[in-house]
């Protein structure tokens, strides 16, 4: 059970979805939350969590933020996030 | 000393690294000296261009809220290339207001009529 | 928990210098432990005492040093990364002979080592790309 | 204190940042400090395994010559991700001796098992 | 008539791609000489005269460098050609 | 020809800022003149005089420098990128109060209307994209 993070869409995010498994969750963040508006939310595995940064969907005036499958969080709940998964692997 | 055309063609998003400041300030400061500023923004930078960019909480400057300013300067056309609009899944209900749309074949030719043309 | 940042980006540059910065003040507010700050690559900015940011703008390289003060964290700076980029310390100013110092009161030039030893005493590693 | 499996991931071509240098300083330091080091080559990485790299004449600091400090220093393996090799247009014989070809699989559960994935 | 760079393949190399004109050049340096692997001798117009920086070409091994539709050139040859075009458009 | 020059990589990361440095080379050696060299965004570390590159590595700014000064060129740093990233000549020092200058002899800090106005002056632009 691993934390994965994405800060940019692109070859990023495809190494990303390639390497996730089940167990898994994602922190979008940054350029990541760009990920929100490619309907990432269905591409993912259903049981993948997904959560974004809710200062990064702010700043980047990105829509597509009220889909359900999504968590808007903020940088302590990412901290939190952090010490309930194995280990935190960044994509970028 | 005669006014030269500049073409500033922008190209990445807002807020992951410098490139969308030194286009946009590189507009300015030609246009504050007189120049005929053209800029356009294409690929990732269509992102600059989404309206209700809110950068209060985050720290970092809103650039959404410097391309305004650009047209008070008086930077002549602020374009966006429509084709890139459509790959980044944006469409027009999301972009400030009064920003002019380009094809690629006018970007073309206002690629080969521009005195200046520089990619940031 | 006990933690390891890894800082790669700039911070006039990239965002990730700027989630680095917010999660490490999260972590000490909720009462972790981090272990070492580790400034990689063009993070070793962080810890430039020259930068001068816009005044409307986050000055990162001071909320760093603030926050490393306040808890008395470990900020270690990559030796080979900064030397590079002009990040130097008084020794360093001497041997090269350079003009001055530029690192940060609060942060201290170490090799990369310094990051393995640091991730082996840490619950995580949290390595922010740029 | 015990040793942890580091897996290494690089992701960018070898002249264009200071990414692909990060990556090996890293893969290097870790197996000097007695750690388990995997690192694969993804992405526009896979540039970095030509062979016949030649800077000579260029300035540049040579990544092909690089490569085989890994094995020298102890790095455990060497492996490229075949999809991305396929992607980027290379064959096996453009390729330096010694690397290990992973899947997508390969690397899933390499991810999977390593105690540190850092991503450069 | 113009002489367009290029540093890098990707959207650079789209972009410039889109705005060449027939009777304009084009120099591949940097990352731009991967082109040559991509095949980029046969997807310009065949009007347009292509070249690549040795330097660039050597350092980062590329092969297809005999098509002999591409020229390789040093860096007096890139000033020459410079002054031989009415403007330089560098895309990157 | 007369050339105006804009620098927009880092000396240790770019192949961009060596480019330009070996086009600047050759236009000169070809008999071309050299309006102005602009250094912009991370291009002003090719003006740093702190920068310790490996020693199996080319020192762009020591080359930058000793061809400005074998042809008296004209080379400008732009001011605003300049301050964010503690590239600072005398005056700047004194005025946010920092410890010492880190601009390299040879470079003088000034506005990108430099650049405009060296663009109106040259035959040809060119802007090295990082």
Redesign the interface.
Known sequence: MNLHTLNKTGQAMQACLAAITEMDALVLLEDGVYALGEDIGTILPESVKCFAIRDDILSRGVRNTCDSRVASINWKDFVSLSAEYDKVISWG | MSSQHYLIISTAAPYSGVKPRAALDMALTAAAFEQEVTIVFRDEAVRQLLSGQETDNSGLKNIGKMIPALEMYEVKRICVHAPSLFLQGMNDEYLLDGIEHVSDADLKSLVESADQVMVF | ?K?TL?I?G?P?????A??AL??A???M??R?EIVRLFF???GV?NA???????Q???D?PARWQSLIKQHELDAVVCA?SA??????DKP?VER?E?????LRNGFTIS???Q???A???S????????
Chains 1, 5 share one sequence.
């Open positions: 928990m933690y890894v790669n700039a006039w540059s990239s965002a990730s700027l989630s917010k999660f003040e999260a972590a507010e909720a972790n990689y690559q063009d900015f430039s005492v020259n930068c001068v940011p816009p409307d703008e986050i990162i080979a030397l590079k980029r002009g990040i130097l360093e090269y350079k003009p001055g110092a530029t090799g990369l080592g990051f393995i030893d991730a082996q005493q619950d995580r590693v949290i390595n922010f790309v740029s």
